[in-house]
């Protein structure tokens, strides 16, 4: 089989619709669209933190490449982020800052 190299940026802007699609499912995009306040009431609140940790587990699953987070580490993101925003922006930024992604096959799975 040869070797494939596809566009990041094009890479990047599909797992971001996947992503959002997904997140879309449970009502939970917000979380990557805009900063989502912490709410003032304490049952808002632990909706609001299931909702980001829901979040977090979800790109996490989409992130799985060791290079990926071994260039959002250096991008400056953290394993510990809890704000799934911070993280949808980083890999946005950070991911799109190499020209290709290589590999053979097939590229990796989008997300989910």
């Known amino acids: 089989m040869k070797d494939f190299e596809i566009s990041v940026p094009v890479l990047i802007n599909q797992w971001s619709i996947i992503l959002r699609r997904a997140l879309e499912i449970?009502?939970?995009?917000?979380n990557i669209l805009k900063e989502?306040?912490?709410?003032?009431?304490?049952?808002?609140?632990?909706?609001?933190?299931l909702d980001r940790l829901k979040v977090a587990?979800?790109?996490g699953n989409c992130l799985i490449d060791k290079k990926?987070?071994?260039?959002?580490?250096?991008?400056?993101?953290?394993l510990d982020e809890k704000n799934p925003k911070t993280t949808h922006d980083l890999v946005m930024k950070?991911?799109?800052?190499i020209r290709k992604?290589?590999?053979?096959?097939?590229?990796?799975?989008?997300?989910?």
Do not use: F, M
């Open 26 to 30: 449970h009502d939970l995009e917000d």
């Open 36 to 49: 989502v306040s912490e709410p003032d009431d304490p049952d808002e609140r632990k909706k609001w933190k």
């Open 57 to 59: 587990y979800t790109i």
């Open 68 to 78: 990926v987070e071994r260039t959002l580490i250096s991008s400056g993101w953290s």
């Open 94 to 97: 950070g991911i799109a800052s």
């Open 101 to 112: 992604y290589p590999g053979t096959h097939q590229p990796p799975p989008p997300c989910i």
